[in-house]
């Protein structure tokens, strides 16, 4: 008998063993599993001045430069940092492709559905973009019966057409049209050829437009609709949270420290007042 039952124990306690060895790898924590690898590999995409842009073949920008920052508290970890084409930057974060996405996103319900949002790293306020000197257009109001530019796909669009139906609509009329074009400077091309009247876009995208063109574009404030905020993203399960909330930290702390006001006044210009220590509800 004890012949015949030590084998079957043996087999038991393997199995034991394999199904432990298992569990410990399904629930492995992401962070973790950079520090050990010394590496994490993230995505964006360089096309999105003053966040992120190609300059020399190299990433540069205020989302670059806060990136930066955050992983100087993971000493020894290399960074490898994928330019990437926006339209499936996030089903490659879903299919683990890479551990996170620092691309510009603006926080929106539908997004925080499926990807789980740091702290916010800018405000995502929208303003006007139009041609200097156009006294037509001098508060969001008047861009009824106006040809408005913006870009296909943008999270933006949702904003800009609630405002025309809710706003310009219920007391008027709503835009002449809506132009959609591949991205915004083709918008702001449009805009200085007249093919377009107003571009609504991001306060802080615009900065970088108005530094370049003081002399063809100006602004028009104050900015329209729900208050919504740029973050980035991480996947929303157990193994990526604690990396979520690293970056999160790392963002907080650079906004206690003053360090990310420092950054925003480099590249946009101004600062912004952001919610410290939470994620926004996104209004839509």
Same mark, same amino acid.
């Given at each position: 008998m004890k012949n015949i039952l030590s084998p079957l124990k043996l087999t038991l306690i393997s199995v034991s063993l394999l199904c432990s060895a298992f569990?410990?790898? $399904?629930?492995?924590?992401?962070l973790d599993d950079i520090k050990a690898k010394g590496e994490i590999i993230i995505a964006t995409e360089a096309r999105f001045a003053p966040f992120e842009m190609l300059d020399g073949g190299k990433v540069v920008g205020y989302g670059k430069d806060v990136l930066d920052e955050v992983l100087k508290d993971l000493p020894g970890v290399e960074l490898t940092l994928l330019d990437l084409p926006f339209q499936g930057i996030l089903a490659g974060l879903s299919a683990e492709r890479y551990d996170f996405v620092t691309a510009t996103l603006t926080? @929106? *319900? *539908?997004? +925080? /559905? *499926?990807?789980a949002f740091t702290y916010p790293i800018s405000s995502a306020a929208i303003a006007i973009l139009k041609r200097k000197g156009d006294e037509r257009i001098m508060k969001p109001e008047d861009m009824e019966g106006m040809v408005i &530019? @913006?870009?296909? &796909?943008?999270?933006?669009?949702?904003? =800009?057409?609630t405002f025309e139906k809710e706003t310009l609509q219920a007391t008027g009329s709503g835009y002449k049209s809506m132009k959609q074009f591949t991205d915004y400077n083709e918008?702001?091309?449009?805009? $200085?050829?007249?093919?377009?009247?107003? #571009? !609504?876009?991001? %306060?802080p995208n615009l900065a970088p437009i108005i530094k370049e063109r003081p002399d063809m574009f100006e602004i028009i404030q104050p900015s329209f609709g729900p208050e919504t905020y740029y973050g980035w993203v991480g996947r929303k399960d157990k193994n990526s949270a604690t990396l #979520?909330?690293?970056? +999160?930290? &790392? =963002? /907080?702390? %650079?906004?206690? +420290?003053?360090?990310?006001?420092?950054?925003?006044?480099?590249?946009? &210009?101004?600062?912004?007042?952001? !919610? #410290?220590?939470?994620v926004p509800e996104p209004k839509s």
């Open positions: 569990t410990s790898t $399904a629930q492995a924590d992401l926080i @929106t *319900k *539908k997004r +925080s /559905e *499926k990807y &530019g @913006t870009q296909a &796909g943008s999270a933006h669009n949702n904003i =800009i057409e918008a702001y091309a449009a805009l $200085a050829s007249r093919r377009v009247d107003a #571009v !609504p876009q991001a %306060l #979520v909330q690293f970056f +999160s930290d &790392g =963002i /907080e702390k %650079l906004q206690k +420290s003053g360090k990310l006001a420092e950054l925003q006044q480099k590249w946009f &210009g101004f600062t912004m007042e952001l !919610p #410290v220590g939470i």
